[in-house]
């Protein structure tokens, strides 16, 4: 079975630095697109950003570009979101997805197939 756990959620002030992590088993990230989303309250949820670990393609948000990184471990089983010069628009729960067979990074949540469950980020003002 695949499962994905996200951690690194926490309360950070307005400007701080937060970095998510997304522990997979059961898939081979070579195979695979791991994206991550966030939901706000009363919002859709929203594609922050996607790596292909095949051929290292990434995706972001307008929103991320610039203050957001992903990135994977060497052994490919955790997939990281750096998140820097955070803002209080960034409180979200936040989620990690996998889908395979896509040949393209995507912040179309309806695409992906696997899900983690979230992880709260909360940046105060």
């Known amino acids: 079975d695949v499962q994905l756990q996200a951690s690194g959620g926490g309360l950070v002030q307005a400007g701080g630095s937060l970095r998510l992590s997304c522990t997979a088993s059961?898939?081979?990230?070579?195979?695979?697109?791991i994206g991550w989303f966030r939901q706000a309250p009363g919002k859709e949820r929203e594609g922050v950003s996607c790596m292909r670990s095949s051929d290292g393609s990434t995706y972001y948000a307008d929103s991320a570009k610039g203050r957001f990184t992903i990135s994977s471990d060497n052994a490919k089983t955790t997939v990281y979101l750096q998140m820097n010069s955070l803002k209080p628009e960034d409180t979200a729960v936040y989620y990690c997805?996998?889908?395979?067979?896509?040949?393209?990074?995507?912040?179309?949540?309806?695409?992906?197939?696997?899900w983690g469950q979230g992880t709260q980020v909360t940046v105060s003002s």
């Open positions: 997805a996998a889908v395979g067979g896509l040949n393209y990074c995507s912040g179309i949540a309806e695409l992906y197939d696997y």
């Open positions: 059961g898939l081979s990230f070579d195979e695979t697109a």
